[in-house]
């Protein structure tokens, strides 16, 4: 999924929250990440939140304006 001002937080959620998935960022950098939520922070931005363990715990965050594209995980098994 292509982040664009088209996509909202829920869309994100909607398609990704609990799995693991591959997070291309903007600047180049590629992320595998397990999404646990999406939300609205006081800051003025929206944020993603994740973790590494594949766990239902928060973990951190990452600015929705800094992800190019967003896709699930597949395993080669």
């Known amino acids: 999924m292509k982040i664009t ?3 909202s937080l ?3 959620l909607d398609n990704f929250e609990r799995s693991w998935t591959i997070v291309r960022m903007k600047d180049g950098r590629v ?3 397990y ?3 999406v939300d609205y922070e006081a800051f003025g931005y929206n944020i993603i939140v994740y973790n590494y ?3 239902k715990s ?3 965050d990452i600015s929705f304006s800094d992800i190019d594209e967003i ?3 597949k395993s080669e098994e």
């Open 53 to 55: 363990t594949g766990s």
């Open 10 to 12: 829920d869309d994100v």
């Open 31 to 33: 992320l595998n990440l």
């Open 35 to 37: 999404i646990v939520d």
């Open 5 to 7: 001002t088209q996509i």
């Open 58 to 60: 928060y973990g951190n």
């Open 71 to 73: 896709e699930l995980y």
